[in-house]
Protein backbone atom coordinates (compact mmCIF):
# COMPACT_ATOMS: atom_id res chain seq x y z
CA UNK A 1 0.00 0.00 0.00
CA UNK A 2 1.37 3.38 -0.63
CA UNK A 3 0.47 6.67 1.37
CA UNK A 4 -0.25 9.95 -0.40
CA UNK A 5 0.23 12.89 2.37
CA UNK A 6 -2.68 15.38 2.55
CA UNK A 7 -2.98 18.88 4.40
CA UNK A 8 -4.01 17.41 7.86
CA UNK A 9 -4.20 14.07 7.01
CA UNK A 10 -3.13 10.97 4.45
CA UNK A 11 -4.65 9.04 1.78
CA UNK A 12 -3.72 5.33 0.59
CA UNK A 13 -3.62 3.75 -2.17
CA UNK A 14 -3.98 -0.16 -2.25
CA UNK A 15 -4.83 -2.58 -4.28
CA UNK A 16 -8.18 -4.71 -4.26
CA UNK A 17 -9.08 -8.66 -4.39
CA UNK A 18 -10.07 -8.12 -7.96
CA UNK A 19 -6.80 -6.18 -8.99
CA UNK A 20 -8.04 -2.65 -8.96
CA UNK A 21 -6.15 -0.10 -7.34
CA UNK A 22 -8.50 1.85 -4.67
CA UNK A 23 -7.73 5.10 -2.78
CA UNK A 24 -8.96 4.82 0.99
CA UNK A 25 -9.02 8.59 2.16
CA UNK A 26 -8.58 9.11 6.01
CA UNK A 27 -9.83 11.24 8.33
CA UNK A 28 -7.10 14.51 7.96
CA UNK A 29 -6.42 16.47 11.02
CA UNK A 30 -8.07 19.54 10.19
CA UNK A 31 -7.54 21.67 13.46
CA UNK A 32 -3.70 22.29 12.63
CA UNK A 33 -4.71 23.29 9.12
CA UNK A 34 -7.31 26.58 10.37
CA UNK A 35 -6.30 29.90 9.97
CA UNK A 36 -7.51 31.95 13.11
CA UNK A 37 -10.21 34.56 12.09
CA UNK A 38 -12.76 37.30 13.48
CA UNK A 39 -15.90 36.18 15.66
CA UNK A 40 -19.11 37.76 14.94
CA UNK A 41 -19.54 39.69 17.44
CA UNK A 42 -15.63 40.88 16.85
CA UNK A 43 -17.07 42.09 13.22
CA UNK A 44 -19.88 43.61 14.53
CA UNK A 45 -17.84 45.98 17.08
CA UNK A 46 -15.74 47.09 13.96
CA UNK A 47 -18.83 47.46 11.92
CA UNK A 48 -20.68 49.99 14.74
CA UNK A 49 -16.79 52.14 15.53
CA UNK A 50 -16.89 52.49 11.76
CA UNK A 51 -20.43 53.42 11.87
CA UNK A 52 -19.95 55.90 14.68
CA UNK A 53 -16.84 57.37 12.80
CA UNK A 54 -18.82 57.89 9.13
CA UNK A 55 -21.68 59.56 11.30
CA UNK A 56 -19.39 61.82 12.65
CA UNK A 57 -17.20 62.90 9.45
CA UNK A 58 -19.57 62.60 6.87
CA UNK A 59 -21.79 65.43 7.44
CA UNK A 60 -18.60 67.46 8.53
CA UNK A 61 -17.51 66.54 4.87
CA UNK A 62 -20.80 67.37 2.89
CA UNK A 63 -20.98 70.58 5.02
CA UNK A 64 -17.32 71.97 4.11
CA UNK A 65 -18.49 71.12 0.37
CA UNK A 66 -21.61 72.82 0.54
CA UNK A 67 -19.89 75.73 2.10
CA UNK A 68 -17.71 76.01 -1.00
CA UNK A 69 -19.93 75.21 -2.88
CA UNK A 70 -22.14 78.73 -1.81
CA UNK A 71 -18.67 80.55 -2.07
CA UNK A 72 -18.28 79.66 -5.47
CA UNK A 73 -20.82 80.63 -6.71
CA UNK A 74 -21.60 83.66 -4.70
CA UNK A 75 -17.98 85.19 -5.64
CA UNK A 76 -19.61 84.24 -9.96
CA UNK A 77 -22.67 85.97 -9.12
CA UNK A 78 -20.94 89.08 -7.81
CA UNK A 79 -18.28 89.37 -10.56
CA UNK A 80 -21.54 88.99 -13.39
CA UNK A 81 -23.25 91.16 -11.60
CA UNK A 82 -19.97 94.07 -12.00
CA UNK A 83 -20.21 93.10 -15.47
CA UNK A 84 -23.92 93.55 -16.34
CA UNK A 85 -23.40 97.05 -14.21
CA UNK A 86 -20.39 98.37 -17.01
CA UNK A 87 -22.84 97.06 -19.83
CA UNK A 88 -25.72 99.05 -18.16
CA UNK A 89 -23.97 102.48 -17.57
CA UNK A 90 -22.20 102.36 -20.91
CA UNK A 91 -25.43 101.74 -22.66
CA UNK A 92 -26.68 104.98 -20.44
CA UNK A 93 -23.83 106.94 -21.33
CA UNK A 94 -23.99 108.33 -18.18
CA UNK A 95 -24.64 107.97 -14.13
CA UNK A 96 -26.82 105.07 -13.94
CA UNK A 97 -28.17 105.07 -10.11
CA UNK A 98 -29.03 108.95 -10.83
CA UNK A 99 -30.94 108.27 -13.84
CA UNK A 100 -33.08 104.69 -12.32
CA UNK A 101 -33.83 106.77 -8.83
CA UNK A 102 -35.00 110.29 -10.66
CA UNK A 103 -38.56 111.37 -8.83
CA UNK A 104 -41.65 112.31 -10.64
CA UNK A 105 -42.87 114.52 -8.45
CA UNK A 106 -45.72 114.87 -9.53
CA UNK A 107 -46.89 111.80 -10.19
CA UNK A 108 -45.21 110.45 -6.78
CA UNK A 109 -43.04 107.74 -8.75
CA UNK A 110 -39.57 107.40 -10.20
CA UNK A 111 -39.97 108.72 -13.69
CA UNK A 112 -37.26 106.05 -15.07
CA UNK A 113 -37.87 102.70 -12.70
CA UNK A 114 -39.54 100.12 -15.78
CA UNK A 115 -36.61 101.75 -18.27
CA UNK A 116 -33.93 100.80 -15.73
CA UNK A 117 -35.62 97.38 -14.86
CA UNK A 118 -35.49 96.93 -18.88
CA UNK A 119 -31.65 98.39 -19.63
CA UNK A 120 -30.55 96.49 -16.34
CA UNK A 121 -32.09 92.76 -16.74
CA UNK A 122 -31.82 92.47 -20.83
CA UNK A 123 -28.23 91.56 -20.53
CA UNK A 124 -29.84 88.13 -18.25
CA UNK A 125 -31.21 85.10 -20.00
CA UNK A 126 -34.46 85.45 -18.10
CA UNK A 127 -36.62 82.48 -18.79
CA UNK A 128 -39.61 82.70 -16.33
CA UNK A 129 -40.28 83.98 -12.48
CA UNK A 130 -38.76 82.19 -9.10
CA UNK A 131 -41.17 80.72 -7.00
CA UNK A 132 -40.18 79.79 -3.17
CA UNK A 133 -42.48 77.66 -1.38
CA UNK A 134 -41.41 78.61 1.83
CA UNK A 135 -40.44 82.60 2.39
CA UNK A 136 -36.40 82.64 2.59
CA UNK A 137 -35.70 82.87 6.04
CA UNK A 138 -32.69 85.58 7.81
CA UNK A 139 -29.36 85.06 8.26
CA UNK A 140 -29.39 83.17 11.73
CA UNK A 141 -32.23 80.96 10.33
CA UNK A 142 -35.04 82.49 12.93
CA UNK A 143 -37.17 84.56 10.93
CA UNK A 144 -39.46 85.13 7.64
CA UNK A 145 -36.94 87.54 5.89
CA UNK A 146 -37.92 90.66 4.68
CA UNK A 147 -35.90 93.64 3.07
CA UNK A 148 -36.81 96.13 0.41
CA UNK A 149 -33.94 98.01 -0.32
CA UNK A 150 -31.08 96.87 -1.89
CA UNK A 151 -32.73 93.88 -3.68
CA UNK A 152 -35.94 91.91 -2.17
CA UNK A 153 -35.26 88.34 0.16
CA UNK A 154 -37.19 86.64 -2.65
CA UNK A 155 -35.61 87.44 -6.19
CA UNK A 156 -38.34 87.04 -8.45
CA UNK A 157 -36.61 86.78 -12.03
CA UNK A 158 -35.79 82.91 -12.78
CA UNK A 159 -32.18 83.04 -15.03
CA UNK A 160 -31.18 80.24 -17.62
CA UNK A 161 -29.11 78.69 -14.80
CA UNK A 162 -31.76 78.43 -12.50
CA UNK A 163 -30.77 81.23 -10.22
CA UNK A 164 -33.06 84.19 -9.40
CA UNK A 165 -32.57 87.82 -9.67
CA UNK A 166 -34.06 90.86 -8.55
CA UNK A 167 -33.55 94.62 -8.89
CA UNK A 168 -34.82 97.23 -6.69
CA UNK A 169 -35.31 101.18 -7.11
CA UNK A 170 -37.04 102.21 -3.66
CA UNK A 171 -35.78 105.11 -0.98
CA UNK A 172 -33.38 106.41 -3.19
CA UNK A 173 -31.36 103.38 -3.75
CA UNK A 174 -30.98 101.13 -6.85
CA UNK A 175 -30.32 97.94 -5.22
CA UNK A 176 -29.50 94.08 -6.40
CA UNK A 177 -30.70 90.47 -5.17
CA UNK A 178 -29.42 87.17 -6.00
CA UNK A 179 -30.25 83.95 -5.12
CA UNK A 180 -26.76 81.82 -5.73
CA UNK A 181 -28.41 78.51 -6.02
CA UNK A 182 -32.21 79.38 -7.13
CA UNK A 183 -35.24 78.69 -5.08
CA UNK A 184 -35.61 75.00 -5.46
CA UNK A 185 -31.97 74.65 -3.47
CA UNK A 186 -31.63 75.73 0.19
CA UNK A 187 -30.95 76.90 2.66
CA UNK A 188 -32.95 79.64 0.68
CA UNK A 189 -31.72 82.53 3.60
CA UNK A 190 -30.20 85.66 3.26
CA UNK A 191 -26.36 86.11 3.75
CA UNK A 192 -26.36 82.20 3.39
CA UNK A 193 -27.92 82.18 -0.51
CA UNK A 194 -29.71 85.29 -1.19
CA UNK A 195 -27.29 88.28 -0.85
CA UNK A 196 -28.00 92.12 -1.47
CA UNK A 197 -26.05 94.79 -3.52
CA UNK A 198 -26.72 98.24 -4.02
CA UNK A 199 -25.08 101.03 -6.23
CA UNK A 200 -23.24 103.74 -4.71
CA UNK A 201 -22.96 107.11 -5.30
CA UNK A 202 -20.41 106.72 -7.45
CA UNK A 203 -22.38 104.44 -9.67
CA UNK A 204 -20.32 101.57 -8.52
CA UNK A 205 -21.67 97.90 -7.45
CA UNK A 206 -21.09 97.79 -3.47
CA UNK A 207 -21.73 95.03 -1.36
CA UNK A 208 -23.38 96.17 1.83
CA UNK A 209 -21.63 96.47 5.25
CA UNK A 210 -23.51 95.82 8.46
CA UNK A 211 -23.64 99.86 9.99
CA UNK A 212 -24.62 98.33 13.70
CA UNK A 213 -26.36 96.01 15.75
CA UNK A 214 -29.35 97.30 17.17
CA UNK A 215 -30.96 95.58 20.43
CA UNK A 216 -34.89 95.04 21.11
CA UNK A 217 -34.65 97.89 23.04
CA UNK A 218 -33.32 100.23 21.38
CA UNK A 219 -35.61 99.08 18.14
CA UNK A 220 -38.70 99.63 20.22
CA UNK A 221 -37.15 103.07 21.27
CA UNK A 222 -36.96 104.46 17.57
CA UNK A 223 -40.23 103.36 16.89
CA UNK A 224 -41.58 105.20 19.77
CA UNK A 225 -40.10 108.38 17.51
CA UNK A 226 -40.63 107.05 14.17
CA UNK A 227 -43.64 108.24 12.68
CA UNK A 228 -42.93 111.30 10.31
CA UNK A 229 -38.78 110.41 10.60
CA UNK A 230 -37.45 112.30 7.75
CA UNK A 231 -33.44 111.33 8.70
CA UNK A 232 -34.23 107.20 6.48
CA UNK A 233 -35.93 108.76 2.96
CA UNK A 234 -35.40 105.54 1.93
CA UNK A 235 -37.55 103.84 4.93
CA UNK A 236 -41.00 102.83 3.52
CA UNK A 237 -42.80 103.32 7.09
CA UNK A 238 -41.34 102.59 10.36
CA UNK A 239 -41.71 99.24 10.84
CA UNK A 240 -39.95 98.46 7.24
CA UNK A 241 -37.34 100.71 8.34
CA UNK A 242 -36.89 99.15 12.01
CA UNK A 243 -36.12 95.46 10.44
CA UNK A 244 -33.33 96.89 7.98
CA UNK A 245 -32.14 99.18 10.94
CA UNK A 246 -28.31 99.11 10.66
CA UNK A 247 -28.15 96.62 7.77
CA UNK A 248 -27.90 93.70 10.29
CA UNK A 249 -25.45 90.74 9.53
CA UNK A 250 -25.25 88.94 12.71
CA UNK A 251 -26.42 85.56 14.93
CA UNK A 252 -27.79 87.88 17.61
CA UNK A 253 -30.06 90.23 15.32
CA UNK A 254 -34.21 89.05 15.51
CA UNK A 255 -34.65 92.10 12.65
CA UNK A 256 -35.99 90.62 9.61
CA UNK A 257 -33.88 92.22 7.54
CA UNK A 258 -31.30 90.17 9.15
CA UNK A 259 -28.68 89.37 6.18
CA UNK A 260 -28.91 92.62 4.33
CA UNK A 261 -25.43 93.86 5.19
CA UNK A 262 -24.15 90.25 4.90
CA UNK A 263 -21.95 90.87 1.25
CA UNK A 264 -19.50 92.55 1.93
CA UNK A 265 -18.64 89.97 4.99
CA UNK A 266 -19.02 87.04 2.25
CA UNK A 267 -16.70 89.10 -0.08
CA UNK A 268 -14.22 89.84 2.35
CA UNK A 269 -14.36 85.95 3.98
CA UNK A 270 -15.16 87.21 7.35
CA UNK A 271 -17.15 86.74 9.79
CA UNK A 272 -19.26 89.05 10.89
CA UNK A 273 -19.35 87.65 14.70
CA UNK A 274 -15.75 86.99 14.83
CA UNK A 275 -13.28 88.28 12.77
CA UNK A 276 -10.65 85.09 13.24
CA UNK A 277 -12.83 83.43 11.39
CA UNK A 278 -13.81 82.76 7.44
CA UNK A 279 -17.23 83.86 6.68
CA UNK A 280 -18.30 80.57 5.35
CA UNK A 281 -17.06 79.02 8.51
CA UNK A 282 -19.38 80.82 10.76
CA UNK A 283 -22.52 80.37 8.93
CA UNK A 284 -25.64 79.82 11.30
CA UNK A 285 -26.96 76.39 11.34
Not at 179 to 206: R, T
Amino acid sequence: MKSVCCTGGATSLSRNSKGFDQIDIGFCNLKSGLRKGFTLSEVLITLGIVGIVAAITIPNLVSNYQKKVLKSQFLNKYSLLQQQMLYAKNDYGGNFKKYCITRDYVNNKYAHKDECYAIFSKYFKVIGECNYKNKPLTYNLKKEAYIDIGGTANPKYLLADGTCYGITVNGGALGFSFDINGADKGPNALGHDIFAFWVNKEDYLEPIKMAGYYTDEELASVMENCEGDTSMPYINGCVAGNEQRGYPCTEKSAQKGNGLGCSWYALNDVCPDDETKGYWDCLPR
